[in-house]
């Protein structure tokens, strides 16, 4: 499985940006996308993730309202609609893939839970 994650950039305080994560290499069916964050000295954070089969989502407190996550099962393809972006959102953001999706484990926030992950696409929010 590849993950590939692009689309960031440096955007103003309360600006947007959509970032996507493209997956190949599998033919899986059942499967959640996870989107991570991890600024220079903080934690790893997860964001937001996707379910494949029935879309179901989950979001970190900070981006709810913000952020919004999608899927396109055809392009294999999940995306990241960040809105009203403020300057602690800058880092660096990774998708990923939770395999232990498909056997029936919960929507996870959690990184040590995921697979297989992609290089970072770099979030710059100026003030």
């Known amino acids: 499985v590849q993950l590939q994650a692009f689309g960031g950039g440096l955007v103003q305080n309360g600006g947007s940006l959509r970032l996507s994560c493209a997956a190949s290499?599998?033919?899986?069916?059942?499967?959640?996308i996870g989107w991570f964050r991890q600024a220079p000295g903080k934690e790893r954070e997860g964001v937001s993730c996707i379910a494949s089969d029935d879309g179901a989502t989950r979001y970190a407190d900070s981006v709810k309202g913000r952020f919004t996550v999608s899927i396109d099962n055809d392009k294999k393809t999940v995306y990241l609609q960040m809105d009203k972006l403020k300057p602690e959102d800058t880092a660096p953001y990774y998708c990923?893939?939770?395999?232990?999706?498909?056997?029936?484990?919960?929507?996870?926030?959690?990184?040590?839970?995921?697979?297989?992950w992609g290089q970072g696409t770099l979030v710059t929010v100026s003030s």
């Open positions: 990923a893939m939770d395999l232990d999706y498909m056997l029936g484990s919960a929507l996870t926030l959690v990184g040590d839970d995921y697979d297989y």
């Open positions: 290499g599998h033919r899986l069916v059942k499967y959640a």
